[in-house]
T-cell receptor, first 114, second 113 residues
């Protein structure tokens, strides 16, 4: 039971570098999400994909791009990393069209930008 | 005003006591309510969800929902040191045809042996 798998688990980047965070789910969920979690700020939605082929901005999309590659995979890209993007990033998925369905989270990616 | 509000804590309770965690929300159209537990350095894991007014019990956990007052709470009976974690309240509402989930900042619970 893999659930939601995120790679990498840890990453250190220099300012200006780019990278892509990968997320895959095996629960046949139609919706996927990217959050960042910072101390005192809670979980903040960066981007989401309500269904395969669609993506929409969340609360804090600036500096990020996403790709819903297929139903299983949803990637998050930092084109030019900034120290303000140092955070823990969580991917989640669920059946968003069902009100009783919670989000299932991956283990997170701990990203440091120097 | 934040859409989902929680006291960040820490809330300290002695072992064996009842821990009461509270959450208020602003969207009256909210339909479903979830409590997640998050241990330090780990990802959130679902504890309970509730969508009808009243109480819902699962083992030592009871979720309470009052839509008129727009609050949801989580009671943990016979608190154990292993319950020490941050508890996130999440509220689901329909927004523009999409079911949006908003999280509170979480309440840190410390159970003292």
């Amino acid at each position: 039971n893999a659930g939601v798998t995120q790679t990498p688990k840890f990453q250190v980047l220099k300012t200006g570098q780019s990278m892509t965070l990968q997320c895959a789910q095996d629960m046949n969920h139609n919706s996927m999400y990217w959050y960042r979690q910072d101390p005192g700020m809670g979980l903040r939605l960066i981007y989401y994909s309500a269904s395969e082929g669609t993506t929409d901005k969340g609360e804090v999309p600036n500096g990020y791009n996403v790709s819903r590659l297929n139903k299983r995979e949803f990637s998050l890209r930092l084109e030019s990393a900034a120290p303000s993007q140092t955070s823990v990033y969580f991917c989640a998925s669920n059946f968003a069209d069902r009100s009783d369905q919670p989000q299932h989270f991956g283990d997170g990616t701990r990203l440091s930008i120097l | 005003q934040k859409e989902v509000e929680q006291n960040s804590g820490p809330l300290s309770v002695p072992e064996g006591a009842i821990a009461s965690l509270n959450c208020t929300y602003s969207d009256r159209g909210s339909q479903s309510f979830f409590w997640y537990r998050q241990y330090s350095g780990k990802s959130p894991e679902l504890i309970m969800f509730i969508y009808s007014n009243g109480d819902k019990e699962d083992g030592r956990f009871t979720a309470q929902l009052n839509k008129a007052s727009q609050y949801v709470s989580l009671l943990i009976r016979d608190s154990q040191p292993s319950d020490s974690a941050t508890y996130l309240c999440a509220v689901k509402a329909t927004s523009g045809g999409y079911q949006k989930v908003t999280f509170g900042i979480g309440t840190k619970l410390q159970v003292i042996p």
